[in-house]
């Protein structure tokens, strides 16, 4: 029985086609081992909110760093009233401040919640903070 060869043509193609699988395998590889640290933070974070606070869903999560780190999360309370979690990366006091309580005009859509030397504030995109209790923005 004759056994048939492979062209060379095809033969290029099926290495071309392995060098791009593997390729793409190692970007998917990459991403998610890149963004795993926030992954991970991101569900501690909702982990804690939820034993320590009476936060029922979070709609919003994010990182902030004005002098220290904070994990910012936004949600529905047990009374269906929209709250602010403030979780301190190294520790400490877990913050929880309705937003209704909010005297400046920035919201969870334009904005940031995070703390500022022990004050909840809110953080732009420009980085600029204003005061959650009054709506002032500070100097930096």
């Known amino acids: 029985m004759k056994k048939k060869r492979m062209t060379k043509t095809s033969q290029i193609w099926i290495g071309t086609f392995m ?3 593997a390729f793409l395998v190692g ?9 795993s640290p926030y992954t991970q933070a991101k569900a501690d974070a909702i982990r804690l909110a939820k034993e320590k606070t ?4 979070v709609t919003n999560f994010s990182i902030t760093t004005t002098k220290t780190s904070t994990c910012s999360l936004i ?3 047990a009374d269906n009233q929209i709250v602010g979690v403030l979780i ?3 520790g400490g006091e877990i913050i929880t401040v309705k937003l209704s309580d909010n005297k400046s005009n920035l919201t969870e859509k334009t904005a940031k919640l995070t703390l500022y030397k022990g004050k909840v504030v809110w ?5 600029a903070l204003f ?6 923005e500070i100097k930096q």
Do not use: H, N, R, Y
Not at 54 to 57: A, G
Not at 123 to 127: G, I, K, V
Not at 131 to 136: H, I
């Open 19 to 21: 060098i791009i699988l």
């Open 88 to 90: 301190p990366a190294e």
């Open 75 to 77: 949600g529905v309370d």
């Open 123 to 127: 953080q732009t995109a420009e980085l």
């Open 131 to 136: 005061d959650f209790e009054t709506g002032k």
């Open 54 to 57: 009476s936060v029922k869903t």
């Open 27 to 35: 970007v998917i590889i990459f991403f998610a081992q890149a963004t």
